[in-house]
């Protein structure tokens, strides 16, 4: 089984970078794809990105260009970067594995929470 | 983007009794060259991550009881529950993974009644 970590700072300023980091175990990382998902509080899930085997990446336009995935193999860990916060970026992020050649986030992390204060 | 959209937004039923929730795509998540539909769903309870229940429209997962089933392709999906179960209250979402951006369904509420 498959499992997950996330882990970075609860709290971001306005401007800044966001950086948060999923701990895998269970798994090499050359096994699945790897993504990322964010849901602000009370509300739906929005998909952000991810990193296939092969090292490409793909991310959601809604993000303008501000998102990095990026995975270190060595550690079992792929990060995600995501710049210049504003308020709306206040969620619980999510990291998940994804079977090569579906998209479907079969195992999740149990989040972590990142205030954006206003 | 291809829309996601979930009815009804929320529903009550009685232990014991069929849930059914309808998903609806904007456009067809079925790849013609091998005939599968990119389609999943996703059961979240409060204060825990979703769970993926069912992948490729209609294949439960590891582990996911047989109460849950999946059906449906193209645009139009189902998600039912044969047997409402207390463990069951949750939000179910639905996702296609057809193209990127990968896009969710904007969620049912299931409780009980």
């Known amino acids: 089984q498959v499992q997950l970590q996330e882990s970075g700072p609860g709290l971001v300023k306005p401007s800044e970078t966001l950086s948060l980091t999923c701990t895998v175990s269970g798994a090499s990382m050359r096994d699945y794809d790897w993504s990322w998902v964010r849901q602000p509080p009370g509300r739906g899930l929005e998909w952000l990105g991810y990193?296939?085997?092969?090292?490409?990446?793909n991310y959601n336009p809604s993000l303008k260009g501000r998102a990095t995935i990026s995975v270190d193999a060595s550690k079992s860990q792929f990060s995600l970067k995501l710049s210049s916060v504003t308020a709306a970026d206040t969620a619980m992020y999510y990291c998940?594995?994804?079977?090569?050649?579906?998209?479907?986030?079969?195992?999740w992390g149990q989040g972590t929470l990142v205030t954006v204060p206003s | 983007d291809i829309v996601m959209t979930q009815s009804p937004d929320s529903l009550a039923v009685s232990l014991g009794e069929r849930a059914t929730i309808n998903c609806k795509s904007s456009q067809s998540v079925l790849y013609s060259s091998n005939n599968k539909n990119y389609l999943g769903w996703y059961q979240q309870k409060p204060g825990q991550p979703p769970k993926l229940l069912i992948s490729w429209a209609s294949t439960r997962e590891s582990g996911v009881p047989d109460r849950f089933s999946g059906s449906g392709s193209g645009t139009d999906f189902t998600l039912t529950i044969s047997s409402l179960q207390a463990e069951d209250v949750a939000v179910y979402y639905c996702q296609q993974c057809y193209i990127t951006p990968f896009t969710f369904g904007p969620g049912t509420k299931v409780d009980i009644k």
């Open positions: 998940a594995s994804v079977p090569i050649f579906s998209g479907f986030l079969q195992n």
């Open positions: 990193i296939l085997y092969t090292g490409d990446t």
